[in-house]
């Protein structure tokens, strides 16, 4: 390839942060209480609050009590019973901080309200994994893989689906039956070095993701309608917003990662990104880290991550 030498100097996606005002209030407070009062006035005096408004003081409050954080965080569940686009969000939260069995209960109601939508089933099994209901997830991965759930096409999703039920069957063998499973999805020496999850909450957000390798040069995923529109169609036609980039036996050094986003949206209700990074996917030391990026806010191009990567 030419043309695709990296020379930028791209700023770092925490020091593009827009940090809002309701917060910069909360942190003019000096207790708990005074907290307390600033955030019952905010609710009085707004008509209708942003769901970013609830994860953003949800994160505050957590520095004073757990508890009441996690409270303003569930009363998304409140206000968006039946907006599956905000519940994603919710689910999204709730997996970072590893409360993976209040994302089920998300998760299961997402099926519910887009039973026709790829994602909702690969997410839900997922998160039977994570809840230890390997049964269920197994039945979930097998219905998936032979597209036997009616009026649902799981085709574009293959790859991904592949390697998370060889990933459950690397790990948790002992626990699911697995004698109507392939033998191409029980291969006891599966492990990805490193394994990067992208998923968003909505199939319409246009964004860039690029990925530069250790010498400088970089390759561009665009989920826009101008340079990937037949994606694009294909996503909201068949209801999924995943994508998965994986790094293998590739070559020692540091990579980046660079996120720019072009939708303008409401702030009401908008895009999110769930990153999600594996080192040694499938193996007993693998590592797992998930990042909740708000991703209608980087209308210029920010470093998502950076990482040393080694054999």
Not at 15 to 30: M, S
Not at 116 to 134: C, V
Not at 162 to 179: C, G, M, P, Q
Not at 191 to 205: E, G
């Amino acid at each position: 390839a030419k043309g695709n030498d990296y020379i930028e100097n791209v700023i770092a996606i925490k020091d593009a942060e827009i940090k809002p005002q309701y917060i910069v209030q909360l942190e003019n407070t000096n207790s708990f209480e005074d907290a307390k009062r600033i955030y019952t006035s905010q609710r009085q005096n707004n008509e209708r609050l942003e769901i970013p408004y609830f994860l953003d003081v949800s994160d505050y409050f957590k520095k004073w009590d757990e508890n009441y954080g996690h409270n303003i965080l569930m009363y998304i569940s409140e206000i968006a019973y039946d907006n599956p686009k905000a519940l994603k969000i919710l689910a999204y939260k709730l997996e970072s901080q590893g409360k993976y069995e209040e994302a089920k209960q998300i998760y299961q109601r997402i099926v519910v309200l887009r039973p026709k939508q790829a994602q909702s089933y690969r997410d839900l099994a997922l998160i039977y994994e994570a809840t230890g209901n390997y049964e269920e997830a197994m039945e979930l991965y097998a219905q998936m893989l032979g597209n036997k759930i009616d009026g649902v096409d799981f085709t574009s999703l293959t790859n991904v689906i592949t390697n998370e039920l060889k990933h459950l069957l690397a790990l948790n063998r002992d626990k699911v039956d697995y004698s109507n499973v392939d033998a191409e999805f029980l291969d006891s020496k599966f492990k990805i070095d490193l394994r990067m999850v992208f998923d968003y909450n909505d199939s319409n957000t246009e964004f860039d993701l690029q990925f530069v390798n250790p010498q400088k040069k970089f390759y561009k995923w665009s989920h826009s309608r101008l340079e990937n529109m037949d994606r694009m169609l294909d996503e909201i036609k068949n209801g999924y917003a995943s994508e998965e980039y994986i790094i293998d036996d590739a070559d020692k050094g540091e990579w980046i990662i660079n996120l720019e986003c072009f939708s303008e949206e409401s702030s009401t209700n908008p895009t999110y990104l769930k990153y999600t990074v594996f080192k040694n996917y499938g193996l007993p030391k693998e590592t797992k880290e998930v990042h909740i990026i708000k991703l209608y806010q980087y209308q210029q191009k920010v470093t998502l991550d950076k990482f040393m990567y080694k054999k």
